[in-house]
């Protein structure tokens, strides 16, 4: 099992690149299902998520070949199965993205439910509610969603996600696009990931009004192109190197980043005592001052993203003074604290808020990974902790960050990937 061994304190310095957004692939890999014909996608990042993702496209009969960050995906084989088994689902919750277009192009679809995550459970409710709306039959059977269209098409309907949800309105989206009649899709996430699907949607057809706003309104069409898509950078990436040098220190450049979709974390970055700032294409993060205490409270975009909370932490813990976060999306997404309590950070939880009471130190310790943004969360403290860090179960990292800890070691930190 891979670890990673760090050796701290060390400031970083250099330049990285942003790699494509995982979180805009994994639907634009789900998408390519809808139309017949071969989709490319390219600057895909190399990552077991979206490994995973082919891998269950290749199991819809999906002929898939992912090399150079491009994907080929041609999907005139498929329509033989139509099934997300559990042993791909569980793997990876995002494997529900295939529900939708499967229903949209086939007419039905079998997905297994997917388990919870780390913090907590994970529903889908707004995923079935959606597709019921567009006019499915939807039952849930043996751990399976078991979803068909009577009369073999998908009918426009109107549907409003309660709460904000990422996943469902991407889900319900690519349903919409190929329904017969109009939807009416209220109270949408506005990530840049959505934006990137719907833009990438109607390039290949779709009729789709209202794209960065909260209200979508879809004129179904009779059948899509194969997309063609670049994925846009990988904003929570981008974040999380933002957050490295907050936490250890140091002056970075950021290249391939867009500067709009990180303007919702930029205020409690620079709250903290980063020097944050445009340089051309680059963007340029410094930190030489104390880091300050700050008060973070996690909403759907443009909103403090919760893909960031946990780096945040990690920063908050050796800053002057006491701060606040405070997970409105996922309240029980602190699986981070009791690992970064072993890192010597004070931490107290109270009702979906942590109190973070600022150190002047962190001391290396081993530390076990428990999901994607914790495991970074513990990397960036370890790179600062005084001595040795072992991070366990890095496979969770694997999931997101490309190569990790290969890029963090180009900038100065003292990191190696070690397997026992
Ligand atoms: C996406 O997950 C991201 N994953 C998550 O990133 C991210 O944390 C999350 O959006 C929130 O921004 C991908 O894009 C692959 P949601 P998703 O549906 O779509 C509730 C990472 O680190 N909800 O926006 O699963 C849910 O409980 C991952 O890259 C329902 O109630 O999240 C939550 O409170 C972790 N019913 C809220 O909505 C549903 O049917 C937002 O969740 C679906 C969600």
Known sequence: MDYFEIDGPTPLSGDVRVAGAKNAALPLMAAALLAGGESTITN???????????????????????????????????????????????????SIYVLGPLLAAHGEARVSKPGGCAWGPRPVDLHMAGMKALGADVDEEHGYIVARCSGGRLSGGRFRFEPVSVGATCNVLMAAVLARGESLLENCAREPEVTQLGEALVAAGARIEGLGTRTLTVQGVDALRPLTAAVIPDRIEAGTFLAAVAVAGGRIRLSGCRMDHLQPMLGVLR???????????LLVAERTGPLQAVKVETQPYPG?????????????????GVSFITDTIYPDRFT?????????????????TATIIGTDALQGAPVMATDLRASAALVLAGIAAHGRTEVRRVYHIDRGYEQIEKRLAALGA???RRND
């Open 271 to 281: 709250d903290l005592g980063c020097e944050i700032r445009e340089d051309g294409e």
């Open 414 to 416: 003292r990191i190696r």
């Open 44 to 94: 895909v990042p190399d990552l077991r998520d979206t490994r995973f993702f082919l891998d269950l496209l290749r199991e819809l009969g999906v002929v898939g070949e992912f090399s150079a960050a491009t994907l080929r995906l041609d999907t005139t084989g498929t329509g033989g199965a139509l099934e997300a088994p559990y042993d791909i689902v569980r793997k990876m919750r995002a």
């Open 304 to 320: 403090f993203p919760t893909d960031m909370q946990a780096q945040i932490m990690a920063a908050a813990a050796l800053a002057e």
């Open 336 to 352: 981070h604290v009791a690992e970064l309590e072993r890192l010597g950070a004070r931490i107290e939880l109270k009702n979906g």
